[in-house]
C-alpha cells in the first residue's frame, strides 16, 4: 500500500471523526473529502475518480449514519468535473507535462482556488439535498459561505497532506 493510499484513509477516517463528533454549529459543515479527491494524481481516469468519489462517499455516510448516498451524490460530480476544474485553474500544461499537482509547482494560490471551486460544488450540491427545502434560503447561503470558508482553509492543510512535494 502506497503512502499516498494511507494518508487518503487516514483523512477519511478524519472526515468521518469530525463530522461525528465535532458539530460546532449547525451552519459550519467541515469537508475535507473534496480537497482529497481534487489531490489524487491527475493522471488518474475521470472514471476511476468517480468509482473513489462513490465508494468514499457511501462509506462516509455508512460510519457517520447519516443519509445513505448523500455524500456520494455530492461528491461524484465533483470527481466528474475535477479534469475540467484543473484544465480551468492551471492549463493545459498539467496534462501536457503528466504532472501532478503541487504547491512548488504550481502556488498555493492556484491550489488555493482549485480547492475553492471543488468545495463550491460538493457544498452546493451537499446543502442543497440535505435540507430538501427545509431550511431558509438565508439559512442555507450562510451555511454554504461558512463551510465554504472554513473548508477550504483547512483544504490548503489536507492538500499539503496529500500532494507529493518531492519532485
Not at 8 to 22: D, K, M, R, T, V
Not at 83 to 95: H, N, P, S, T
Amino acid at each position: 500500500m502506497s503512502a499516498r493510499s494511507v494518508k487518503f484513509i487516514l483523512l477519511f477516517l478524519a472526515q468521518a471523526a469530525l463530522w461525528n463528533y465535532c458539530n460546532f454549529t449547525p451552519y459550519l459543515m467541515i469537508a475535507l473529502l473534496p480537497t482529497m479527491l481534487l489531490c489524487l494524481p491527475v493522471e488518474r481516469s475521470t472514471i476511476t475518480v468517480m468509482v473513489i468519489a462513490f465508494v468514499t462517499g457511501i462509506a462516509v455516510d455508512f460510519l457517520v449514519t447519516g443519509q445513505l448516498g448523500l455524500t456520494s451524490f455530492a461528491l461524484v460530480p465533483g470527481a466528474v468535473f475535477r479534469r475540467r476544474m484543473i484544465r480551468i485553474v492551471f492549463g493545459q500544461e498539467l496534462f501536457a507535462r503528466g504532472e501532478n499537482l503541487s504547491f512548488r509547482r504550481q502556488g498555493w494560490q492556484k491550489v488555493f482556488w482549485a480547492i475553492v471551486l471543488q468545495n463550491a460544488l460538493f457544498l452546493l450540491l451537499y446543502i442543497w439535498v440535505d435540507d430538501a427545502g427545509t431550511r431558509t434560503f438565508g439559512y442555507d447561503a450562510l451555511k454554504f459561505f461558512l463551510s465554504l470558508v472554513v473548508s477550504s482553509f483547512v483544504g490548503l492543510l489536507v492538500a499539503s497532506l496529500m500532494l507529493d512535494e518531492s519532485a
